[in-house]
């Protein structure tokens, strides 16, 4: 049998397929794991700073389990910029509805810390 390149190219596209439908999404993995809802898509944009399902990485504080009144006074005080030391986050908290942020908040108080 002869191995060209197009098969070992198909072989590596197949495998590839495979292994993405094999990898369950993040509403998978909550759904199974914490509250048996998936998480809201907007909680998607948080994730890249401070981790998966809020737990922090790095410098970046941990979102999971914050209080929800305590979390929706923060983000105000981003919005207003009252929090100077905080480095992308004014800009950030912005952008957000205060029904976005109420959903935000519910989630992350829903989890565990």
Not at 21 to 39: D, I, M, N, R, Y
Not at 42 to 63: D, N, Y
């Amino acid at each position: 049998m002869s191995v060209t390149r197009s098969s070992v190219v198909s072989l590596v596209l197949a495998a590839a397929a495979l292994a993405v439908a094999a990898t369950p999404s993040l509403a998978e993995v909550h759904k199974k794991k914490k509250t048996g809802l998936p998480p809201p898509l907007i909680v998607q944009a948080c994730s890249g700073c401070h981790g998966q399902f809020g737990k922090g990485q790095g410098g970046t504080p941990e979102l999971a389990g914050y209080k929800r009144d305590s979390f929706v006074l923060v983000w105000d005080e981003f919005r207003n910029n009252q929090r100077p030391a905080a480095t992308i986050m004014p800009r950030i908290a912005r952008g957000y509805s205060e029904a976005e942020v109420a959903t935000l908040a519910d989630y992350f108080s829903s989890l565990p810390r």
